[in-house]
C-alpha cells in the first residue's frame, strides 16, 4: 500500500492567534514563510511593536506598528468584524489571496507559541477584508479603518535637518568668542541653548534654526561671572592640604605594614631555635641570671645572622 508523503504546505486557516505582546527582531531562516502563496515574505529586520489601543464602536483593538505602518492581526480583526474567531478571516484571505500585496497582509511567529504563525493586515489590507465581508458591522468598519488612513496619510513628515559640521564649528567660535568678550564660562550659554532650542547637544541643532542660535548666542543676556579667584584659591588649599594629610598617613600605613613583615618573618626565623631547646634535657643551673643573659645574646647573635643571609 503506497504512503502518502507528508505535506509541508501550511494551512494559512490555521495560524493561530493568542493574543499579542510586543515583537522584536525573529530569528527564523530568510525565504518565504508562506509557502502555499508566492507572497508573504518575511524581513527579519523589522520590528513588531505594540501600540496603544484602538477603538471601533466599542470594541478595544490592540494594532502593532511597523515601517511607520499600522496592522492587525486576524484574531483583532475578527473581533472587529464581529467574527467569533480568526478562522473567519482566514478563510476570507484564502479564497482571494491573490488580491491581496505583500504590504497588506504577512505571516508572521507567533511569539507565545514556538513554530506557530499569526496572519497580521495592514490598514489597507484590513479594509479589503472588509470588503469581502459580509457581516453587518463590515460597512462601518471599512469607514472607519478609511478614517485612519486619511490620518496617517495626512501627517505631514518632517525631516529633521541638522546642522552642517561646519554650522557646528561656527556655533563654537561665536560661543568661544562670546565668553572671551564677556567673561563667561562656555558651558552656561550651551545650556541656554539647549534650553532655549530644546535640544539635548548643539549639533542636534536643526539647520533652519541655525541663524537663529547666532543672534541667540551674540546677543543673550547673561551676567558676567563675578570674579571667584580668591574662592578658587581657598579650595585650591582644600585640595592640596588633604592630599598632603592623605599622603603622610599612606605613608605611615606603609611604615606598618613594613614593620608587621619584618616581625612576621622574625617569627619564622625563630622556630629552629624553639625546636633545639625543646630537644634539650632540663637541667638545673645555679646561676639563672647568667644563663637568661647567655641566651638572649644568643637569639640576638642569631636573628642578626639570619637576617644577614637572608
Known amino acids: 500500500m503506497r504512503r502518502n508523503k507528508p505535506s509541508n504546505r501550511t494551512n494559512n486557516s490555521a495560524c493561530l492567534d493568542t493574543g499579542f505582546e510586543p515583537f522584536t527582531a525573529l530569528n527564523t531562516p530568510h525565504g518565504q514563510i508562506d509557502r502555499t502563496r508566492k507572497k508573504g515574505k518575511f524581513n527579519h529586520s523589522k520590528r ?41 478571516v482566514n478563510k476570507i484571505y484564502d479564497r482571494n489571496a491573490d488580491e491581496f500585496s505583500d504590504s497588506m497582509t504577512a505571516l508572521i511567529p507567533n511569539p507565545q507559541m514556538k513554530n506557530a504563525k499569526i496572519r497580521i493586515f495592514s490598514l489597507r489590507g484590513c479594509h479589503l477584508v472588509a470588503m469581502l465581508s459580509k457581516t453587518k458591522i463590515a460597512k462601518a468598519f471599512r469607514q472607519w479603518v478609511l478614517d485612519i488612513l486619511d490620518k496617517e496619510v495626512g501627517q505631514p513628515k518632517i525631516e529633521r535637518i541638522t546642522i552642517s559640521i561646519e554650522q557646528q564649528q561656527a556655533i563654537r567660535q561665536a560661543i568661544a568668542q562670546r565668553c572671551k568678550d564677556n567673561s563667561l564660562h562656555y558651558q552656561t550659554i550651551y545650556t541656554a541653548m539647549y534650553e532655549h532650542f530644546d535640544i539635548p547637544r548643539y549639533n542636534e541643532l536643526l539647520a533652519i534654526d541655525f541663524d537663529k542660535a547666532i543672534n541667540f548666542i551674540n546677543t543673550i543676556n547673561i551676567a558676567p561671572q563675578q570674579d571667584n579667584s580668591e574662592y578658587n584659591a581657598k579650595w ?30 622574625r617569627l619564622t626565623k625563630s622556630t629552629g631555635l624553639v625546636y633545639d631547646a625543646l630537644n634539650e634535657q632540663r637541667i638545673p643551673t645555679t646561676d639563672p641570671k647568667q644563663r637568661m643573659v647567655e641566651a638572649k645574646t644568643l637569639i640576638e647573635h642569631n636573628h642578626a645572622l639570619k637576617a644577614r643571609y637572608h
Open 48 to 88: 513588531y511593536i505594540k501600540m496603544k489601543a484602538l477603538t471601533f464602536q466599542n470594541i478595544t483593538l490592540t494594532p502593532i506598528k511597523t515601517d511607520s505602518q499600522i496592522w492587525l492581526t486576524s484574531g483583532e480583526l475578527a473581533k472587529a468584524l464581529n467574527y467569533a474567531d480568526q478562522s473567519s
Open 236 to 265: 585650591r588649599m582644600v585640595g592640596l592640604l588633604e592630599y598632603n594629610r592623605i599622603s603622610h598617613e599612606m605613608r605611615e600605613i606603609g611604615q606598618l605594614i613594613n614593620e608587621i613583615n619584618n616581625r612576621f618573618h
